[in-house]
C-alpha cells in the first residue's frame, strides 16, 4: 500500500485496520465523519481466520458499502452435520425462508472482508495508514494524543476520540492499564487451509473423536476459492509448536480427507494455532477512548461469535459516535454504547462457554458427558440439539437506557424496545425491496397504516419515513413481526440507525418520539 501523509489532528483516530475498524471507519464516512485507520500490517491479513459471517453482519457490511461484493464471493450456507466418530448424531437447519435478503450464514476468508471495506472507503473522508502502529497514548478531557511509528518516524496526532480496534493484543488497552476478565481454556486448535477441489455442498461438518484422528474433535468449512478450513483439536499433552510443522499437519489432513473420500490433490496453504477464551473489559469506554471487537472482548469461535459481534460494535458506536461528533448528541450517549455491547458480550460468553465446554470439555467429566450425549444421540433426536452450539445472533438490549417506550397493545415482543428490527420483503413504487435496506444511516420512522399505498421513503427532516400499509406488504411479513394488531389505526415504530428498535407507539406520531430522543440527550 501507498505510503500515507499522517495528518496532526483528526476527529476520530481508529488503531487497528482489520475488519472491525475498517468497517467503523466506514460507518463513520456515510455520516461524513473523517477518520485516520492506524494498521501495522502492510496490507490485509494472511490466512482465512474469521470466515462466518451472519445474516445480522451482511447487513452492517452491506451499510459500510461491501454488499455487492460479499455476495459475489462469499458462499451461503444454512446448517450442517455433526458425526460421533463415524456416523451422523445430528443435522442441523438455521431458520431461513425464500424471500430473504442474506442467508443465515455465509463462508468467506477475513482478507476479502477487510479488501471489500476497505475498496469502499475509496473517496470517503477516511484515511487508512498501513504499517503504522499507535506506540503511545495520552488522554485527556477534550481528546487523546497518540504517537504514531511508522517506516518515516513517529508522528503525533491529536484525535477528539481514540476508537481501539488493535485485537487481542491490544497496545491502547495495555497502554491505559487495562486487562481483559474472565476465563482462558486449555484445550487448543490447529487451523489450517488448504486448497482442493469438492463438489461437497456448503455446509458446517463436525467430527467427535473421529477414525482419522483419534480423541480429537474436528471441523470443516468450504471457502472461496477451493479452500477448505480444517480446525483440529490437539490432544492433551501434545507439543503446540511441534503440531504446527508440517510433518505433524499434512499426515493429519490426508488421513481425514481419505476417511470422507475426498481423493483430489491437495496443497498447505496456512496454519495457526487457537485456544478458547472468555474474556472482557468491563466497560468499553475509558473517557474520550473506546474499545470494539477483540480490543474489549475475546469470545470462542464455536458459535462463530468472534467477528460478528466485533462488527456489531462498530455498528452500535458508529452511528452514536457520529451525533456525539456532530454536536446532535450528548458525550452520554457513548455510554449507552459500552452499557449495550458489555451485554451482548456477556451473553456471548454464555453462550461461547457452553459449546466450548462441549466442543473442547476441560476435564474429565465434561468429556464423560459428551460421550454419554453422543451416544444416546445415535437413537435419541431429542438429545441431538446439546449437540449443536447456538450459532451466532443479535442481542436483544431488552435493558438498555437507551430504549424509548411501547404504548398500547401490539401482537408480539419480536419488535419490542430494545430488539433487533425484523426484516421484511415490501414493494416499493418500483419493485420489491428488503426493509433493513432503509436502515443504517439515520433514524426510520415505520408508519403502518391502513390508507398507505406502496412503500416510498420519505425525508422527515433528518429521519426517514417509510409508510407501510397492505398494498407495500403483500405477504403480511412487516406487520406480523412488528406485532401489528389487525384492525389498528396507524402504528409508530422508530428504528435506531443501527438497525433496533427504539420505541413503538399506537398512534403515528413522529413528535411523541423525538421527544423521547431529546429527553436521552439526542437532537432528532
Not at 496456512?270 to 470494539?292: D, E, I, Q
Amino acid at each position: 500500500m501507498p505510503p500515507l501523509a499522517l495528518p496532526s489532528r483528526v476527529p476520530v483516530l481508529i488503531a487497528g485496520g482489520g475488519p472491525v475498524g475498517l468497517t467503523c471507519a466506514a460507518l463513520l464516512a456515510r455520516r461524513g465523519i473523517a477518520s485516520l485507520v492506524v494498521e501495522a500490517d502492510p496490507s490485509y491479513c494472511t490466512g482465512s481466520r474469521a470466515i462466518c459471517i451472519s445474516r445480522r453482519s451482511l447487513e452492517i457490511l452491506g451499510w459500510a458499502g461491501a454488499e455487492a461484493a460479499m455476495r459475489a464471493r462469499s458462499l451461503p450456507w444454512t446448517g450442517g452435520r455433526s458425526f460421533w466418530r463415524d456416523r451422523e448424531v445430528l443435522h442441523f437447519e438455521m431458520p431461513h425462508e425464500p424471500a430473504q435478503r442474506f442467508a443465515p450464514m455465509v463462508n468467506i476468508q477475513q482478507y476479502h472482508v477487510e479488501r471489500f471495506v476497505h475498496e469502499a472507503l475509496a473517496g470517503s473522508p477516511a484515511q487508512v495508514a498501513w504499517e503504522h502502529r499507535v506506540a503511545h497514548v495520552a488522554p485527556g478531557p477534550a481528546g487523546v494524543r497518540v504517537r504514531v511509528d511508522g517506516p518515516q518516524g513517529s508522528r503525533e496526532v491529536q484525535a477528539d476520540w481514540l476508537v481501539a480496534c488493535d485485537g487481542g493484543r491490544s497496545t491502547v488497552r495495555e497502554q491505559l492499564g487495562l486487562a481483559l476478565q474472565g476465563t482462558q481454556y486449555e484445550g487448543r486448535y490447529v487451523i489450517v487451509d488448504i486448497e482442493q477441489k469438492t463438489r461437497r455442498p456448503v455446509e458446517r461438518l463436525a467430527w467427535f473423536d473421529p477414525p482419522s484422528n483419534p480423541g480429537s474433535t474436528l471441523l470443516m468449512h468450504r471457502q472461496p476459492d477451493d479452500v477448505w478450513r480444517i480446525d483440529y483439536q490437539l490432544r492433551e499433552g501434545e507439543d503446540p509448536e511441534a503440531a504446527l510443522a508440517p510433518q505433524s499437519i499434512v499426515p493429519r489432513i490426508q488421513s481425514h480427507l481419505d476417511m470422507i473420500g475426498e481423493h483430489e490433490p491437495w496443497r498447505l496453504l496456512w496454519s495457526s494455532m487457537y485456544n478458547a477464551k472468555c474474556l472482557t473489559l468491563p466497560s468499553y469506554r475509558h473517557g474520550r477512548v473506546l474499545f470494539a471487537g477483540d480490543a474489549a472482548h475475546l469470545v470462542p469461535i464455536f458459535g462463530v461469535r468472534g467477528l460478528n459481534s466485533g462488527l456489531d460494535d462498530a455498528a452500535n458506536l458508529a452511528w452514536k459516535l457520529a451525533l456525539v461528533l456532530q454536536g446532535r448528541a450528548v458525550e452520554g450517549l457513548l455510554d449507552s454504547y459500552s452499557a449495550e455491547r458489555v451485554q451482548a458480550t456477556h451473553e456471548n460468553l454464555a453462550y461461547g462457554a457452553k459449546s466450548t465446554e462441549f466442543m473442547a470439555p476441560p476435564d474429565f467429566a465434561f468429556a464423560l458427558m459428551r460421550e454419554a450425549t453422543l451416544r444416546l444421540a445415535l437413537d435419541e433426536p431429542r438429545v441431538r440439539p446439546l449437540i449443536n452450539p447456538r450459532q451466532s445472533a443479535p442481542i436483544a438490549y431488552g435493558e438498555s437506557p437507551l430504549n424509548g417506550p411501547q404504548h398500547g397493545a401490539w401482537d408480539s415482543d419480536t419488535a419490542a424496545p430494545g430488539r433487533p428490527a425484523p426484516e421484511a420483503l415490501l414493494r416499493g413504487p418500483t419493485g420489491n425491496f428488503h426493509l433493513t435496506q432503509r436502515f443504517g444511516e439515520g433514524f426510520t420512522a415505520l408508519v403502518f397504516d391502513a390508507a398507505a399505498g406502496p412503500a416510498r421513503l420519505e425525508a422527515a427532516g433528518a429521519w426517514s419515513l417509510l409508510r407501510i400499509g397492505p398494498e407495500a406488504d403483500p405477504l403480511g411479513q412487516a406487520r406480523q413481526r412488528y406485532g401489528v394488531p389487525d384492525g389498528a389505526g396507524p402504528r409508530l415504530v422508530v428504528v435506531r440507525p443501527d438497525g433496533y428498535v427504539f420505541g413503538r407507539w399506537d398512534r403515528g406520531d413522529l413528535g411523541a418520539a423525538q421527544d423521547e430522543l431529546r429527553g436521552r440527550g439526542v437532537q432528532p
